[in-house]
Every structure is written in C-alpha cells, then in structure tokens.
C-alpha cells in the first residue's frame, strides 16, 4: 500500500496565503473548504479579529466540523456558509464583498470559478490551488484534473488578470488572480 500524505503535508496553507497576499483586516473565503478546514484556520489567524473568513461547502457534516473546531479555537472570525459553489448567485455572501477567496483542491469547473469570481471585489484576489495534470499515488485520477491553462481562460473570460503562478508543493500548481 502505498504512503498517504495528509493535506498538510502536501500544502502548507500559511505560506500559499502569504503568497496571495493574505493580511490583517481581510474578509476571505475558502469555497468548498472541507470538513478539515486547512485553509479556514490559517486564514482566521492571519486576518485576526478585525478581519473574517467564510468556510462554504455543500456538505452540512463539513460544516458542522469546521463549527466545532471554530467553537474549540475561539476561531469568533469564521462563519460556515452552506452553498453548492457550483450555483450561480447560490452562495449566500455579498457580491463583490471578498478580498480574497480561495478554491483548494476543487477541480475547478466553469460553473464553480463563475460564482466564486462574483464575491471578488474589485481589487481583490482569487487563489487557485489545485492538482497538478501528472500522475500521482493518491489524490483524483489524472483525467479529472483541470488543466492550468484551461482556468487561466476561464478566469480571464470573467475579467480577471493573472498576477502569479508557482509551484504549491510536489503536487500541486497555484494561481493568483486580481480582479
């Protein structure tokens, strides 16, 4: 059987988000952010108390996780939002409201990038993180990844302009994107 990384041996959130240009006082959101939250909480701290992250996934399991460990941590500046980031205008946060909103490991569609690119407010930023096209041991089968330049056109076609690429770890590519 072959060795499982977890995720956060695959990412390291921290430095992915200073890389984004995370800081003090931002509203953010991790869109399917997953029942662990490796985005949410390291987000949570680097935007401190004046600033907010919202945690959106379809599922309410996930949710309530993040809920719990948000109770645990005193983590009082993340909300979990319950959406299918895949409906336009479904995620119940205010158009054009976000500085930064984030989709990790998504094998991001057209449909997903449209509404989460409607959050963006002017001037802020989209993270892309996400599989790398090779083939690995674990993680989605190679066939269902998205290709980089495939979101690159996506992004671009809703007027959004690429400011960064780089290598997020041995398996993964990152994207930043300004509105």
Partial sequence: MPYIPSASELL????ILERAGIRQGMRAADMG?????????????????SGKVWAVDILKSA????ESRARFENATNVEPVWSDIEVYRGTK???ASLDLVMLVNNL?????????????KPGGKLLVVDWKLTEAPFGPPSKDRRDPAAIKTDVAA????????FEAGQYHYGLVFVK
């Fill in 33 to 49: 952010c997953g029942s662990q939250g490796h985005f949410v909480f390291p987000a949570a701290q680097m935007v401190g108390k």
């Fill in 93 to 95: 946060i205010h158009e």
């Fill in 108 to 120: 991001p569609k057209a449909a997903m990038i449209k509404e989460t690119v409607r959050l963006v």
């Fill in 12 to 15: 390291n959130p921290k430095e």
């Fill in 158 to 165: 809703l007027g959004l302009r690429l400011v960064d690429e």
């Fill in 63 to 66: 949710l309530n996780s993040i």
